[in-house]
């Protein structure tokens, strides 16, 4: 079995996914699109960086270790020509931890600032708006005429949800990946990896 061409697989997959969870996490400095004119009207969860972070930089390491996982050189390891895959592989089961840990925590902060919303100006008066919290406990999702009591920026509601809800997939899909390493790490320090061996066919 061919675990660490698999591993190959699930690695790249995962740089993209990387990558798309801190452009996300970035552009969520600039509610609806545009600069804000202080920090405090930029939402919490956004500085707790679980896109940028969490399934962003953290889920690098695993991927380059499941991108690495086909080429290690597995001969000449005590004596025993399976050992250093073998090692390669347990290697990979402990970076699918990291990776799920990192997507795990960009899963609860994006879903924390969903169910909370966003950060937004609202009030009587549009030249005089209180900026903050106005929803409550996702009441906002299931009825859509509560998204008009932001009014300022213009957007924050659907940016706020598009994004986060962006990271929740990206990450529930990270979790996915690095579980399946997790299984296939397992397999190849039990059984090894017969492919790409030693110089042997298929590698």
Not at 31 to 48: C, L, M, Q, R, W
Not at 76 to 102: H, K, L, M, P, W
Not at 126 to 145: A, K
Request: charged content about 10%; aromatic content about 10%; hydrophobic content about 45%.
């Amino acid at each position: 079995m061919c675990t660490g061409g698999f591993a190959k697989c699930l690695g790249i997959t995962l740089i993209p996914l990387a990558i798309l969870s801190v452009l996300c996490n970035i552009l969520l400095f600039f509610p609806g699109g545009k600069v804000a004119d202080n920090s405090d009207h930029i939402t919490d969860e956004v500085f707790y960086f679980g896109g940028l972070l969490g399934s962003g930089v953290l889920m690098i390491f695993p991927a380059l270790v499941f991108l690495g996982l086909k080429n290690n050189d597995c001969c000449g390891c005590c004596g025993n020509e399976s050992c250093g895959q073998r090692f390669a592989s347990f290697t990979s089961i402990i970076f699918a931890a990291v990776g799920v840990a990192g997507a795990g925590y960009s899963l609860i902060i994006s879903s924390v600032a969903i169910n909370k919303g966003p950060i937004c100006g609202f009030g009587t008066s549009p030249t005089n708006l209180t900026w903050g919290y106005p929803f409550d406990n996702g009441n906002y999702l299931s009825n859509s005429t509560l998204h008009d009591l932001c009014q300022a920026p213009e957007g924050i509601v659907t940016w706020h949800l598009t994004l986060f809800a962006i990271l929740v997939i990206t990450a529930l899909v990270q979790v996915a990946l690095c579980g399946f390493q997790a299984i296939n790490g397992l397999i190849g320090t039990i059984f090894g990896d017969c492919c790409g061996c030693c110089g042997s066919d298929g590698s």
